[in-house]
């Protein structure tokens, strides 16, 4: 059959990204506490394609990421865009997955157990000569107002929002040591199921830890350099409870 994607181009105009978007697929990441997890990934996978290549085959990323979806590892994440890059003749291929995360958290009295999900991303690059995979973590958190404690008689506003953070993989972590460092930086993290005695603990525990996005962003700053990453930024964001506004904080490092 005529391979018409092989054939010239003569329009000589290069594209840096062409290939899949928004494929769903079963995946299995590594767990701290259960080996692995099974979850559904949204991934997009691109090469770049020369100026002389009319296209590129589009079924050929998805056998590729087909033989690694049972393995979506941090430490295998690069090799599968290796592969898709050597196969398609490319100079560079570059992959993103988004997939929920679930972590059984107790609740901090009565220990009742739920789910809670994070929402987490691979993202990476490989090309011929080198290669970046980053991983980013979006965890719900609940912050409570310093200055509403500071000035009001009857306590303080409160409001549910969520840090997010990306980090430059350099060496094997769990995602969640991240995930607990972050939620220790909110005035107090979340949970899915809360009896009386646990709902009593968290809203005093928030009152004795007020925070603004700066304060957080800050805390979980220090957290992921005392974790040793060599790059990365941090988000926080609320909804705020009594301002028509969601109120915002950014930091990045770099080694």
């Known amino acids: 059959m005529i391979d018409i994607q092989s054939t010239p181009d003569t329009r000589a105009v290069p594209l840096q990204k062409v ?11 590594l767990d701290k506490n259960h ?26 990323f998805i056998e590729v990421f087909h033989k690694h979806h049972n393995d979506i590892s941090m430490n295998n994440f690069l090799e599968m865009l290796e592969e898709i890059r050597s196969k398609l003749q490319a100079e560079r291929a570059f992959g993103r997955i988004t997939f929920p995360y679930f ?8 220990k009742s157990a739920g789910l809670m999900e ?11 000569n080198d290669s ?56 107090t993290s979340l949970y899915s199921v809360l009896k009386r005695q646990d709902e009593k603990f968290v ?6 830890n007020p925070r603004f996005v700066e304060d957080v962003v800050r805390e979980v700053y ?28 950014c930091a990045q490092y770099e080694e």
């Open 19 to 29: 290939g899949v978007k928004n494929v769903r697929y079963p995946i299995q990441v």
């Open 132 to 187: 970046k995979f980053f991983i980013s973590i979006k965890v719900p958190i609940s912050t409570l107002c310093p200055c509403s404690k500071a000035i009001s008689e009857y306590g303080a506003h409160n409001q549910r929002g969520f840090v997010k953070i990306k980090v430059l993989y350099s060496k094997f972590f769990w995602i969640e040591d991240v995930i607990s460092m972050i939620e220790s930086c909110a005035s």
């Open 222 to 249: 220090l957290g992921l350099k005392q974790m040793d990453f060599k790059w990365f930024t941090v988000e926080a964001e609320t909804e705020e409870s009594i301002h028509y506004h969601n109120a915002y904080a």
């Open 35 to 60: 080996k692995t997890q099974n979850t559904t990934g949204t991934i997009n996978l691109f090469v770049n394609l020369p100026h002389n290549f009319k296209g590129t085959h589009m079924s050929r």
């Open 118 to 128: 994070y929402q987490c991303s691979y993202e990476g690059e490989a090309t011929t």
């Open 103 to 110: 972590i059984e958290k107790a609740a901090p009295v009565t």
């Open 203 to 208: 809203t005093e525990h928030a009152y004795d």
